[in-house]
């Protein structure tokens, strides 16, 4: 089986099974395993800008950024080959994923450190050049990451996943403020990054240990795992570029201080879309895979089940969008707190990009991962034409508009495509972000009334807790129907 399609479509009857019995509990480890490393790394952040200046958050920023950019774009798919393909727990095919990756990772060492220097003179930081240089053995670190953690969230054994990354955020954090407190500098992000890497590799070594790792190259696992990734590594790279167009742009136009606010923003409203991704590519993904298999009208199925999602969360996530500003403004000094005003606008952008992830997934369990391409294009090319006229009207918030404005185009275009494979219409999208919008507007007047007879930290707990309890009472009132009969 050598075909992107089959590669793609072809699933396990056992993983199957297993996604049809153990939806909620799966669910339940995949939020554990991503709450425990957000809620670490948001601590660990609170307190790391009590001691850093934005300039170093900024620095680090840059370095994510072609960090990052190296992995998209020579992304190979070798994790979800690992999730997909039929001889995945035969030992050639693994080490042969494993060998891969490990030589990708060293590849990649290699273009960031060359890459160092150009980055370094483009944003006229000389400190940029030795940070990368450092930071290149990141994904030296993660191309040396045992296999066996994807082949055990294949097997829906999402508790020993939580073992292995869990220890990145505990080791990191310490470290990272250790070091910070006795240097203040902002080498104690990069030795923070480094350290977690390093203990999670060495974590997942020993917790999957049954599942040892060796140099191979099977001709056939080769052929598979580079079939299925040559268009994953085209898209993964257009859609770096696609996300990551916002923090470039503002590297150049703005100050450094101004930069490390705005990822500030950016870093709280990646946590919801993050979590959701994660779910969406552990849960979502083989489920409706799982059904282009056995059900005749899989499309109309996935497609129903993508809209309950989005009504489902559009009231919690419209709490957030209306608590995020005041939650920034709280637990931040200044002039950190400046990120609230980013946040509001940045999360528009977070929820446009929930709705999209679930129509790449369904594309991609469909077989047709090409069209994210030019769905991604078609965003770039947004952003491109739009940037510039809204930075000059408003500024770095017009650049967090952009961002807003370039999700939107691609998730109409993913609709486009999707449309003639499922009764999806763009117009259930409308409502539940007009629910979410309502929500969040909403929430906000709440904590703003209550601001003007109580103090705003007291104001913001208070919605806090009312709609901690809103979003326990529709989790609970719809679980059976998305987690235990998803679909009907």
């Known amino acids: 089986m050598s075909t992107t399609d089959n590669v793609v479509t072809a699933a396990g009857t ?4 297993d996604i049809d019995n ?19 790394r948001l601590a660990t952040n609170l307190i790391l800008t009590r001691i850093l200046a934005p300039e170093a958050f900024a620095l680090v920023a840059l370095c994510t950024i ?12 070798i994790r979800a080959s690992i999730l997909r393909h039929k001889n995945a727990e035969q030992p050639d ?3 042969t994923a494993w ?9 990649l060492g290699l273009i960031v450190v060359a890459l160092a220097i150009p980055m370094a003179n483009f944003y006229d930081s000389p400190q940029l050049k030795y940070l990368l240089f450092v930071l290149a053995l990141q994904p030296v670190l993660l191309g040396c990451e045992s296999i066996g953690v994807f082949l055990a969230e294949r097997r829906l054994s999402y508790f020993n996943v939580f073992r292995a990354f869990v220890m990145e955020p505990l080791v990191a954090a310490p470290v990272g403020i250790i070091i910070a407190w006795l240097t203040g500098s902002v080498w104690a992000l990069a030795v923070m990054a480094l350290a977690g890497i390093t203990a999670r590799v060495i974590a997942g070594h020993i917790i999957f240990r049954k599942t040892r790792m060796g140099f191979q190259l099977d001709r056939e696992a080769t052929s598979d ?9 085209i898209a993964s790279g257009i859609a770096f570029v696609m996300y990551q167009m916002d923090r470039l742009t503002l590297g150049k136009l703005v100050t450094l201080e101004l930069l490390g606010i705005y990822s500030i ?3 709280w409203a990646e946590v919801p879309l993050l979590m959701a991704r994660r779910w969406i590519s552990s849960i979502f993904h083989p489920l409706v895979a799982k059904w282009h298999r056995t059900e005749d009208k899989a499309g109309d199925i996935a497609s129903r089940y993508r809209s309950q999602i989005l009504f489902v969360a559009a009231v919690p996530f419209g709490i957030g969008v209306g608590l995020g500003a005041p939650i920034l403004e709280m637990l931040y000094v200044p002039p950190f707190t400046e990120a609230g005003t980013y946040l509001t606008i940045l999360l528009f952008a977070a929820w446009f990009g929930l709705t999209e992830e679930m129509y790449v997934q369904m594309l991609i369990a469909w077989g047709h991962p090409k069209k994210r391409i030019w769905s991604c294009v078609m965003a770039v090319v947004g952003f491109s034409i739009v940037v510039y006229p809204l930075f000059k009207a408003f ?8 961002r807003v404005v370039t999700v939107a185009v691609l998730l109409i275009v993913q609709w486009w495509f999707w449309r003639v494979h499922g009764s999806s219409r763009l117009i259930n999208d409308f409502a539940a972000t007009l629910m979410m919008a309502a929500a969040a507007a909403g929430t906000w007047f709440v904590q703003d009334q209550l601001s003007r007879v109580l103090t705003p930290a007291i104001a913001t707990m208070i919605c806090v807790v009312i709609g901690g309890a809103v979003c326990f009472f529709i989790a609970n009132r719809y679980r059976e129907r998305l987690l235990q009969n998803p679909g009907t």
């Open 99 to 107: 060998t891969l990756q490990t030589l990708r990772g060293l590849i």
């Open 395 to 402: 500024g770095a918030h017009g650049v967090a508009l952009a």
């Open 93 to 95: 095919f693994y080490k």
């Open 22 to 40: 153990n939806i909620q509990s799966s669910t339940g480890w995949v939020l554990i395993t991503y709450l425990v490393q957000q809620g670490v």
């Open 225 to 233: 795992l580079v079939n299925f990734g040559k268009w994953i590594i």
């Open 66 to 77: 072609v960090i990052i950019g190296c992995e998209m774009m020579s992304d190979v798919g």
């Open 14 to 17: 056992e993983a199957a099974a």
């Open 265 to 267: 923003a950016l870093m």
